[in-house]
C-alpha cells in the first residue's frame, strides 16, 4: 500500500483492546489477602535505610517505586526520573481502577490486559523462596487481587494470571483455579529451570498445557519474565553509558529475547502436540518475527535429517496457527509484518504507563502504523483477534 492510499484509520465503532498494560501494585496488595501466618511474610513494603522497598520473608526485592513514567499531574517524562519517584508520586491511573477506567476513555481504548510490576514481569521475583507454601502465595494472593481487580473493571480490565511455575502441580491447580475466577489468560515464565523446574521442553509440563488449552487459556509470555531475560536490560548496554543511554539500549534488546521463546517453541515440537493452545509474545513488537520464522526455516534444514521429523507443519504455519504478537511503536513497515504474519496473529498494546508506553496520545501515535492497513484488518488488530483470543465482549 503506497502512501498516496493511506486510509486514515476510522475508530469510531471499534472498541480498542490495549493487549499490554501494568498495574502498580498497592503496598498492601499481598499483606491484606494473607493468612494470618503469613501475613509479615508475604510481599510488602517497608522501610529500609529510609526508602520504602518491597520485601518478602524479610528480604529485599526492589524498591517500591511509582513503576511508571506517567506523573500524578498526568505529566509524561522522559528518560530515567521516574526511577526516584513513590508511590504516590504515580498517575492515579497506574494503580485507581476508577481513575484507570477514567483515563482509557480519554485515550480511546476500551479494554486492557494487565501484568504485574513487583512481582517481576514473570513472577519470577518468588522463585528463589525457600518455603513452598510462601511461595506459592506469593502467586494465589495475586491471582486473588486480580480477580477483584477484574471485577472492578466492569468489564473492561483482564488480568493474567500469575502461574506458581516452579511447580507444575500447582501450576495446573491455578490455572484451573483462575479460570474458575473468570480470569482470561495465564502469565508464564520463559525458564522456569532457573527457579528448579524442568524447562518448558519438558513432557512434564504437558498436563498444564493441556488445562490451558481446554480451558482456552492463553499462555502469555511478556518481555523480562525470567531472570536471565530481565539481565538483557542490564547487560546489553556497555557500562561507559549514561543511565539514559543504558535505559534505551536496554530496552532495544529485552524486545528481541522474545525470539528465543518463540524459536524454542517451534522446534521443540510444543506446538505440534497442542495445535489448540494459544501463545502471545508480549511486548516484543512483531518486525523481527518474520525473519526469526525464516531463520528458523533455515536452520532447520541445517540439521541432521530425520531430527525435527516431528515437525509437520513450517514455522510460519506454526505461528499462523498458534502465536500471536503485539506492537505499539512500530509504523515504518507494519503493513509489510502484517502481510507476511496474516492480520489474524497481530495485536495491539500501548505498555501503560512503562517507559515505552504511548500514553497521552496512544491512538494517535499509533495511526501512521494503522493507516497502512485496510480497514478489515485495522478491526483485527485493534479489536476483534484480542476480543476472540481473550474472550472478551465487545
Known sequence: M??????????????????????TEPHD???????????????QVRDVDGVPTWTVDGATLQRAGASSVVHRD????????FIQWGFDDAHLAAHDV???????????????IVYPNAAGFGGQKFSNLQDPTLKNLCATLYNDAMADLQ????????PMALLPWWDIDASVAEAQRAAMMGLRGVNMTSDPQQGGAPDLNSREWDRLWEVCADLGLPVNFHIGASESTMSWFGSSPWPSHGDDQKLAIGSTMMYLTNAKVLTNLIISGLLERHPTLKFVSVESGVGWIPFVLEAIEHQMG???PGVLDHLTLSPLEYFKRQLYACFWFESRDIAHSVELLGADNILFETDFPHPT????DSMVTAAP?????????????????AAALYRIPV
Open 74 to 81: 498526568g505529566t509524561r517524562v522522559r528518560g530515567t526520573s
Open 98 to 112: 476508577p481513575t484507570r477506567l477514567e483515563l482509557m476513555d480519554e485515550i480511546g481504548v476500551w479494554a486492557q
Open 2 to 23: 503506497t502512501n498516496a492510499t493511506l486510509l486514515q484509520p476510522d475508530l469510531s465503532d471499534l472498541r480498542v483492546i490495549d493487549t499490554d498494560t501494568h498495574l
Open 29 to 43: 496488595l499481598w499483606s491484606s489477602r494473607a493468612p494470618a501466618a503469613y501475613r509479615d511474610r508475604v510481599p
Open 369 to 385: 502504523a494503522l493507516q497502512q492497513l485496510r480497514p478489515e484488518d485495522q478491526r483485527k488488530v485493534l479489536q476483534d483477534n
Open 357 to 360: 508506553c504511548l500514553y497521552p
Open 151 to 158: 471485577d472492578q473493571g466492569k468489564g473492561r480490565l483482564f
Open 302 to 304: 541445517e540439521v541432521t
